[in-house]
């Protein structure tokens, strides 16, 4: 029997819907399409020698070309040559680039919607949910800073990689594979996706329940991240020694306390997007008698449970709540790279949140005999138009880097550095000389090292 929301599906027409979703994403993101290079958008495409010339395409499968021209800390080669590419027809107008990532970030949400239609979601709900996901103010970052796109792309082929894995036909199992290996080389965190295929495959009723089968089908994408490991971590590895990390607190049991601790802030920014900054100074927790640490893991252990509860009696929730936490997974430094928490790593996991949530809230409610529908629909649409509001004044922000500058500085005190260093390179830039060592001096007392 297939799990379903109603025994109405797909009566909304696909023309309809991609014009909704196109018109909430132009018009909460408008406002963005001038917004200046920023981060690392200066490096990697304003001022990157390897994006500069279509001469540079075989340097991507150089070791030691690639690192030196590209400046990437791991080998990306997907998205340098997206950004070699782009660079030839954009140029460093930065309004081209910028509607570049709209476009992939409506093609996430289009896929996203076919994705909840063929998965236990009728039409109507899926919009809502993709609609959530289309305005979310935690997705700012990743939208406004250009060569954070790296997480839309990823995303874009492991959607692609997920529906053809589902499509019959050896043909579209083949491209599921190519298309998964190449995420994996848009970004690292994208090699969990055969894990994703096999959990929807698990509790799609559509399907033999037999895991044995499950894992045979998905043999291609298993030896293609085995081959995407011995790539970079043999063949192309960097060798820059400046590009080592150390663990956040200095062992593996350090960064895996505060990575506990960080999803649950995680879920703070995505339930309450308040607060964003593109800089967190996120502390680090040692001991597993922290009561921060100790109330994360209560909460891992309930969010485990119920999901494998929803496993075992294959509720369609459960993977998509696996999504969340699944891709949240190569962000807790058990591989070492010096970051605790950023908005743009949330981009993924929250497209699997966001039906997962829904569901969780349909499922409740049907057990405690309540009608839902209305319920989700009406609560649906206030958050919707709240986070567009948010999602329009946060886009103010990040246009001006003077006034996200200070706003980082505000929000996270006693993590300055690298903000005065940003605000030093927006005055030189303005000719502003006295504020540019100002700031520099700045950056200096907050953190010598800098």
Same mark, same amino acid.
């Given at each position: 029997?297939?799990?379903?929301?109603?025994?109405?599906?797909? =009566?909304?027409?696909?023309? !309809?819907?991609?014009?909704?979703?196109?018109?909430?994403?132009?018009?909460?993101?408008?406002?963005? !399409?001038?917004?200046?290079?920023?981060?690392?958008?200066?490096?990697?495409?304003?001022?990157?020698? @390897?994006?500069?010339?279509? =001469?540079?395409?075989? &340097?991507?499968?150089?070791?030691?070309?690639?690192?030196?021209?590209?400046?990437?800390?791991?080998?990306?080669?997907?998205?340098?040559?997206?950004?070699?590419?782009?660079?030839?027809?954009?140029?460093?107008? %930065? &309004?081209?680039?910028?509607?570049?990532?709209?476009?992939?970030?409506?093609?996430?949400?289009?896929? !996203?919607?076919?994705?909840?239609?063929?998965?236990?979601?009728? /039409?109507?709900?899926?919009? *809502?949910?993709?609609?959530?996901?289309?305005?979310?103010?935690?997705?700012?970052?990743?939208?406004?800073?250009?060569?954070?796109?790296? /997480?839309?792309?990823?995303?874009?082929?492991?959607?692609?990689?997920?529906?053809?894995?589902?499509?019959?036909?050896?043909?579209?199992?083949?491209?599921?594979?190519?298309? #998964?290996? *190449?995420?994996?080389?848009?970004?690292?965190t994208f090699i969990?996706?055969?894990?994703?295929?096999?959990? $929807?495959?698990?509790?799609?009723?559509?399907?033999?329940?037999?895991?044995?089968?499950?894992?045979?089908?998905?043999?291609?994408?298993?030896?293609? +991240?085995?081959?995407? *490991?011995?790539?970079?971590?043999?063949?192309?590895?960097?060798?820059?020694?400046l590009y080592k990390?150390?663990? %956040? @607190?200095g062992t593996l049991?350090?960064?895996?306390?505060?990575?506990?601790? &960080?999803?649950?802030? #995680?879920?703070?920014?995505?339930?309450?997007?308040?607060?964003?900054?593109?800089?967190?100074?996120?502390?680090?927790?040692?001991?597993?008698? /922290?009561?921060?640490?100790?109330?994360?893991?209560?909460? *891992?252990?309930?969010?485990?449970?119920?999901?494998?509860?929803?496993?075992?009696?294959?509720?369609?929730?459960?993977?998509?709540?696996?999504?969340?936490?699944?891709?949240?997974?190569?962000?807790?430094?058990?591989?070492?790279?010096?970051?605790?928490?950023?908005?743009? #790593?949330?981009? $993924?996991?929250?497209?699997?949140?966001?039906?997962?949530?829904?569901?969780?809230?349909?499922?409740?409610?049907?057990? !405690?005999?309540?009608?839902?529908?209305? +319920?989700?629909?009406?609560?649906?649409?206030?958050?919707?138009?709240?986070?567009?509001?948010?999602?329009?004044?946060?886009?103010?922000?990040?246009?001006?880097?003077?006034?996200?500058?200070?706003?980082?500085?505000?929000?996270?005190?006693?993590?300055?550095?690298?903000?005065?260093?940003?605000?030093?390179?927006?005055?030189?830039?303005?000719?502003?000389?006295?504020?540019?060592?100002?700031?520099?001096?700045?950056?200096?007392?907050? /953190?010598?090292?800098?």
């Amino acid at each position: 029997m297939k799990l379903s929301w109603s025994s109405q599906q797909n =009566s909304l027409n696909l023309g !309809l819907v991609a014009l909704i979703l196109a018109l909430l994403i132009g018009g909460v993101y408008l406002n963005s !399409l001038k917004t200046p290079f920023l981060f690392d958008d200066i490096t990697l495409i304003k001022n990157s020698r @390897g994006a500069s010339s279509l =001469s540079n395409l075989g &340097a991507v499968f150089d070791r030691q070309q690639y690192f030196e021209l590209f400046a990437e800390r791991s080998y990306r080669p997907v998205t340098s040559i997206q950004f070699m590419l782009l660079k030839q027809v954009f140029h460093d107008n %930065p &309004a081209y680039w910028r509607a570049f990532n709209l476009l992939i970030h409506f093609a996430n949400c289009f896929l !996203l919607y076919l994705l909840l239609r063929r998965f236990w979601f009728n /039409d109507h709900l899926a919009l *809502l949910a993709v609609s959530l996901f289309a305005v979310h103010t935690l997705h700012t970052e990743t939208i406004n800073v250009i060569s954070f796109n790296r /997480d839309m792309v990823g995303g874009l082929f492991s959607l692609l990689a997920l529906h053809s894995y589902f499509k019959k036909g050896y043909g579209w199992l083949v491209f599921s594979v190519i298309i #998964y290996f *190449l995420a994996c080389f848009v970004k690292e965190t994208f090699i969990l996706v055969p894990v994703l295929c096999f959990l $929807f495959a698990w509790v799609d009723q559509e399907r033999e329940a037999n895991y044995k089968k499950i894992i045979m089908s998905l043999t291609g994408h298993f030896l293609a +991240s085995l081959l995407f *490991l011995f790539v970079i971590f043999y063949l192309v590895k960097n060798p820059n020694p400046l590009y080592k990390s150390a663990y %956040p @607190g200095g062992t593996l049991s350090s960064a895996l306390l505060t990575f506990c601790v &960080a999803i649950f802030y #995680y879920l703070r920014l995505f339930l309450l997007p308040i607060g964003l900054t593109p800089i967190y100074d996120f502390p680090v927790f040692t001991s597993i008698l /922290d009561w921060q640490v100790l109330l994360s893991l209560t909460g *891992l252990g309930f969010f485990s449970g119920f999901i494998l509860y929803g496993f075992f009696t294959r509720k369609a929730f459960a993977p998509y709540l696996s999504w969340f936490f699944l891709f949240l997974l190569p962000t807790s430094n058990i591989i070492p790279y010096g970051k605790v928490l950023a908005e743009r #790593y949330a981009y $993924f996991p929250v497209m699997g949140l966001i039906p997962a949530v829904l569901l969780v809230i349909k499922f409740t409610l049907e057990k !405690l005999n309540l009608k839902w529908e209305k +319920s989700i629909f009406i609560t649906g649409m206030i958050f919707l138009v709240i986070l567009s509001i948010l999602t329009i004044k946060r886009n103010l922000v990040w246009r001006n880097p003077q006034a996200l500058w200070l706003d980082a500085i505000e929000k996270m005190p006693t993590k300055t550095a690298k903000s005065h260093v940003n605000l030093s390179y927006h005055y030189q830039k303005q000719g502003d000389y006295e504020k540019a060592i100002m700031h520099y001096e700045k950056a200096i007392l907050a /953190d010598p090292l800098s």
